[in-house]
Every structure is written in C-alpha cells, then in structure tokens.
C-alpha cells in the first residue's frame, strides 16, 4: 500500500535549520510530483514547496522562498525539505504529499497521498 513517512522533525532555536525527509512505498514515486504542506498551530492548511517528478523544477511559497530547498532522490524514492534560517512562524506540523497526475503543484486539493506529519517547533 501507499506509504509516506516524514521524519527529521524536532525544536530549534530561531536561525536554525532543520533538514525534514519523505520516504515514499507503494508507488511510482518517480512520476510523481511531490510537495510539503504545513499545518501551523489553530490554522489552516499552508502549501510550501513541490518538486517535479525529474527534479528539475522546484517551487516555493513566498512566506519560505530563498529559506528552504526541496530536493528529491528518485533512486532512494525521498524527497527533502531543508530548512533554513527557521522563524517563530515555521512552527508547524509538516506534511509531505503527492500531487495527482494532471494536477496542480500548489493547489492543496489536488495533492493525493499524504504522509503522518512530523512537527518542527522553533522557539527561543
């Protein structure tokens, strides 16, 4: 079955980094677009990144854009999301997803398999 597990969550002081990991089964994962998704605190859903299927285009919200990079590895069927020079405001639960075939990379409707989540909290 379709399996997504984030890991590499945790707490860390404003300016840190943090480097989180989706490890993907079940799937093909190599034609999938990927994305993280983040779900801060008493609010919504947020989109962050996504990634395409090769690599070779990445995308990033503004509220993230020139902090965090998304990466993939095709061979290990992982994508990445490091994280750097982390705010107050990144304090959220992280998601990585797949968005479906033919769907949007930043449209949160259209992202298919999810994961669990891992929480990342920064806080002085």
């Known amino acids: 079955q379709v399996q997504l597990v984030e890991s590499g969550g945790g707490s860390v002081q404003p300016g840190g980094s943090l480097s989180l990991s989706c490890a993907a089964s079940?799937?093909?994962?190599?034609?999938?677009?990927m994305t993280w998704v983040r779900q801060a605190p008493g609010k919504g859903l947020e989109w962050v990144s996504s990634i395409s299927n090769g690599g070779s285009n990445t995308y990033y919200a503004d509220s993230v854009k020139g902090r965090f990079t998304i990466s993939r590895d095709n061979a290990k069927n992982t994508v990445y999301l490091q994280m750097n020079s982390l705010k107050s405001e990144d304090t959220a639960l992280y998601y990585c997803a797949t968005v479906r075939h033919g769907g949007t990379w930043f449209r949160i409707a259209d992202f298919g398999y999810w994961g669990q989540g891992t929480q990342v909290t920064v806080s002085s």
């Open positions: 079940g799937f093909t994962f190599s034609t999938y677009y």
